[in-house]
């Protein structure tokens, strides 16, 4: 089974900056696509982007120029570089991976980081 611990969240004011950091333990697995959600007070979950294991990326448009996903397959790792941030970027921040253990495929989630944007 692969666990998923999301890291990098914090307190941030419009305009800034903050790196999210996702790190996949466990034993006998492959991840595939991995994403990032988010889910602010009230709302619904809300996928903000997705990156293959091959690098292709999707961005949902709320924040196409400002976040950036990235992910290291040596390390097990994918990362959430998010600039410019908006009040509208408050929310946790939960990770989110596809893999496969020889012929079963899965999906597992963190338990997420909180990002607040406020002045």
């Known amino acids: 089974q692969v666990q998923l611990v999301e890291s990098g969240g914090g307190l941030v004011q419009p305009g800034g900056s903050l790196r999210l950091s996702c790190a996949a333990s466990?034993?006998?697995?492959?991840?595939?696509?991995m994403a990032w959600y988010r889910q602010a007070p009230g709302k619904p979950r809300e996928w903000v982007v997705r990156?293959?294991?091959?690098?292709?990326?999707n961005y949902t448009d709320s924040v196409k120029g400002r976040f950036a996903i990235s992910r290291d397959n040596t390390k097990n790792m994918v990362y959430l570089q998010m600039n410019s941030l908006k009040p509208e970027d408050t929310a946790v921040y939960l990770c989110?991976?596809?893999?496969?253990?020889?012929?079963?495929?899965?999906?597992?989630w963190g338990r997420g980081t909180q990002v607040t944007v406020s002045s």
């Open positions: 990156i293959t294991s091959d690098g292709r990326t």
């Open positions: 466990g034993s006998g697995f492959s991840i595939n696509a």
């Open positions: 989110n991976a596809a893999y496969t253990t020889g012929v079963l495929s899965f999906a597992t």
